[in-house]
């Protein structure tokens, strides 16, 4: 896998090569997350596809001295995926079934819980539990402060963790 | 230390961090704070399982075209040519890439587009710039700033990325050099890191300028392009002792010789001046104030005329360039800028200072 300071010092040259094994590499997992995150597949991949345009096209919109390139990807598609949820309540209210995951196999109670929390929290937990993101990348891909994060995800997960007792 | 308190901490603990001693202490021995570290592990095992689960092996495959200029090659060429050479530069005091020359005006006048966002940028006390961008128009979507602040010199850049209803998403980049000698360039922001930011127009941004602080955007909505942005006075009517060159062209004989697109240099005092390179002809210096070895330019509104080596020589501008009617232009026909600067015409500003030339 290359890293990031690679990847990112070969897109202002147009290498697609190099891009694209970056984008092969990260996309199912930013995919995963925006499905939890918006709730629809389909919308999860027009996400994902802008977020990478954005960054083939602005790469120096990155600076490495402020986190990983793959936290500044998240980050991007945190705020798309903000962008695409003003976008939807303010033209349709969707229902509650619709802002979960969807086309997911899993059904456990936990899914179920996680479903309930609001986008914030969903997007934290994810970021934490399934990316393995750090505190330092936590606080960059969603511009808080570090502090905000530790409490945040406390919050979060005992809202997960009272969800998840209820439906036990 | 009770359990409430140390909640949070076991939160923080299951991440790896490290917490305070009597919250450490009161985790090891509390049993309630040990199942919600357990449940914290549980939750967090089944999300990761949910993942894996939902994971897809293979993603549709993209095609990735090399990246195209955002800027218009009209543009890109304006801003290429933008350098201010680095004279005895104490107190630079204005130069602004204008992204409404005469030219561009007219167009987007024609094309009858709106949304523009005019910010006023204000990187210290007293010291405020005019910077309009058009959500209609990428070729008027940037604007960029060199110029002395807290005695040193401040380059920025403002993209505008995108408009999401009544904001709009910025991009900015700024830099900040020493005084000293050598030349200013905008081109030395490209490899500035760029921020985004997203600013609704009425209320206060606050951008990072690294080595300067906080740097205040206020800004409004406006139905036009304006057809002059830039520093301070907007007045048809220059201030006091200003030398506004807006947009040059120069013309030798019947001749067009030289065309800053886009770019102007204000000063505001008497003891300084606005130099202009034009390749192949040199670097000309206009000054309020008599200068040893300069000739005098007889200035009509927007025009100066002058004469150099018996040549005559028009200077055209975008607006009328000083009250006086008379100004001091000294040319250096054999002026050589750096090899890679020699091919554009530049404009820039500083202190008439002699000793440097």
Known sequence: ?168 | MTCNEAAQFVSALYDGEVVPAGAAEHVRTCEGCQARLRSYSELGMELRRMASADLVAEVAPRTWNKPQPALSSWWHRGWQSMRIPRLALVTLLTIILVLGSALAVVTVRAHGHGDVVMLKVTPAPGVSNLCALSTQDKKWGQCAFIGGVNHQILSYQINLIGKDKDRVELGFRSRLDPVGGGTYTLAALESAPERQYWFEPGETLQLDAPGLGQIEVTGEWMDHMPAVVGTGNHDLDPGANELRIMLPMLLHGKQVIGDVEGGSATVLKADQEVILYMPGYGLFHFSLSPVAGAVRGDVRFNKISFESGGESYVLVTGAPITRSEQVWVLREPNYKPSPDEASSAFIGSGETNQATR
């Open chain 1, 1 to 168: 896998m290359a890293g990031d300071r690679e990847v990112w010092g070969k897109m202002p040259s147009g290498d697609a090569e190099s891009f694209d094994v970056f984008y092969r590499e990260t996309a199912p997992r930013l995919q995963a997350f925006l499905r939890q995150i918006v709730g629809s597949r389909e919308a999860a991949e027009d996400i994902a596809h802008e977020t990478y345009i954005r960054l083939w096209t602005r790469p120096h919109a990155f600076d490495p001295q402020r986190g990983t390139l793959r936290a500044y990807l998240f980050g991007i598609a945190r705020k798309r995926a903000a962008d695409w949820w003003r976008t939807q309540t303010s033209t349709e209210s969707l229902d509650e079934d619709a802002a979960g995951p969807c086309n997911t196999e899993i059904d456990s109670a936990v899914s179920d819980a996680f479903r309930r929390l609001p986008e914030q929290q969903r997007t934290l937990l994810w970021l934490r539990e399934v990316e393995g993101q750090s505190y330092a990348e936590l606080s960059q891909i969603l511009e808080i402060p570090i502090g905000t994060v530790r409490s945040r995800l406390f919050a979060a997960r005992e809202a997960l963790r009272a969800v998840w007792q209820q439906k036990r």
